[in-house]
């Protein structure tokens, strides 16, 4: 059966001030009136069927996760007592897929990307787990390049899968690091490169025995999860074992030397919203490129996000800015600056308001 | 006797968000940790004693205002059941000055300025009240002006008064309004002209007097109301007369066209921080030149006024902003665009957000 297992442990800064400790970014409503982590649900679970979609997080969000999604099927919300990268955690949601269907197929995707084609979506996804079911392999879908965005790992597409049918699958020649501008736009230009987005297919146990061909230690210390996986002392195993586990990615810990790699090049709208002025890329603008959400008045402004999650929220006569308000924390930045949200957010840790992070 | 009146009735928009229906400027602590109404409380009465500062105040705010000032003697606060400009606000006070007082001498000056030397500022009010005191007529202090100004009425100096002794007194020769800014320029290299700061001293019957010779309407008024005052139909009698009294300017509907009208110069540091640019003038910047109050981070910023009330507000990358933030409401604006507050809060109220108002 198909599966899909939602990656939705992510933290992070990017986001302040909407996003906190204890409300990361896939648990904020940035672009319409749900979080990014209920539509992701939504959106998978319209392709699996809703008992077959699983949700990987973080203890410290596995509340506030569950919360927002009350239908989550009972055990398919695995909780990390640690963050050990995505070897682990696929690792981990692999064993528990296996556990409950052994023939287990999965999608696996993160939880705060933004998605325009749902069917087309739904679509690719399908074609690439049918393929991995077919032929077996780890998948990973590649977003065509619409830019050249310096901002993304890329994949380095190889040659044709040769298949008499089927969607049109490649071997995956490499992961490759974010690129310089130059080589992004030669990507851009000569095509062969697809954007890493995240999203991968594989049957669970063939994702298994890539870890323990190439992670045995990884492996081992999963098989320890395993053992205990619907036992009285799971928890506890779990509070043992996790933080021992090695920190690799599964890109370049699991995939890249597998024996079977492929890439399914995608073509639905995709953003990963990766900061406040991504919300241009997928939030419609007024004509002056203004982006507004929530309570806001913009008077003689151009190219502005302003974003409120509840004050009303003036702007007046300025152009290129950033500006996000919430009830105890604002950001105005010059959107060019966007990435210095770290370093606020460093500032206000130095002066003692961690309460508002 | 010397006393004081704090006209504390002021409403106003120009300091949204801050600034509330119910929290006007004088009730905000712009500045200092003390509220402006506070802090002119303080200065006038270390000149005339506590228990004879008085204040004129709006019936919406007079709650707000009697707490803001618990050592406010009783009978001191004055409200006004609605406004009716500066005569009849002047009008009203001398006559509950007179009936406690009949020698009264009084200070007149708003709630929500800031001045930078208050000693030198008591003593030039001593000098004009005891002008006044000895010499009768109506006074107003005039600051000499420090830059081309086109946001104030200016006072025209007259011939010096001829006398002996005393501080350099001259005959008010008429008061002008907001000037063009070649206007200004002329005012300030020629000299002759003086900011008119609303502040102004007189002997309580001298000033009902010249309203008896020049406004009969006004003072018969007046009158009712003096003669209910300490009676038990006072607040009735208020109620009734008040929204009768005709709307007039003080300086244009008494001082000008009295018989002995005079002004005296001013030279202590004085500010109306008529809007938020303002604060540059009362308030220390860093070496970039921004001005902050609060809870504010601000990165590679120049020439930004950041205020916040309590939101933790980061400013990152700007030049020449004014940003404002409390918890319901916050203003980003363009430092030269700042008087378009009031279209600001004419667009919240179009929208119906009016609790933040």
Known sequence: M?????????????????????RPKQ???????????????????????????WVVTAAALARATAAELPELAPGRLLV????????????????ALAAVDAEAVAVFLPADHVIGDEDRFRATLAAGAGHVERHGGLLTFGIRPTRPETGFGYLEV???????????????????EKPDEATARGYLEHGGYLWNAGIFAWRATDFLAEVARQLPLLAAGLERLAAALGRGDEAAVLAAVYPTLPRISLDFGV????????VLPADFPWSDVGSWPALREVLPADRAGNVVRGRVV????????????????????????????????????????????????????????????
Chains 1, 2 share one sequence.
Do not use: N
């Not at 599966?3 to 909407?18: K, S």
């Not at 995939?255 to 492929?262: D, L, Q, S």
């Open 255 to 262: 995939m890249e030397g597998a024996e079977r790699c492929w």
């Open 80 to 95: 990390e007592p640690v963050g050990r990268d995505t070897a682990a955690c696929a690792g981990y949601a692999c064993h």
């Open 298 to 357: 913009a008077l003689d402004c151009a190219e502005v996000v302003a974003v409120s999650d509840g004050p009303v929220l003036s702007v007046v006569g300025v152009a290129g800015l950033i500006v996000v308000a919430t009830a105890d924390g604002v950001l105005v930045t010059a959107a060019d600056q966007a990435q210095r949200v770290k370093d606020v957010v460093a500032a206000i840790k130095e002066r003692g308001w961690d309460e508002v992070l």
């Open 27 to 53: 648990l904020l409503s940035l672009v319409a009136d749900t979080t990014l982590v209920r539509a992701t649900f939504d959106r998978v679970a319209a392709l699996v069927g809703p008992d077959r979609v």
């Open 2 to 22: 198909l599966h899909a297992v939602i990656m939705a442990g992510g933290a992070g800064t990017r986001f302040w001030p909407a996003s906190r400790g204890d």
């Open 158 to 176: 190889g040659a044709a899968a040769e298949l008499a049918a089927g969607p049109p699958v490649h071997h995956l020649a490499r992961f490759v």
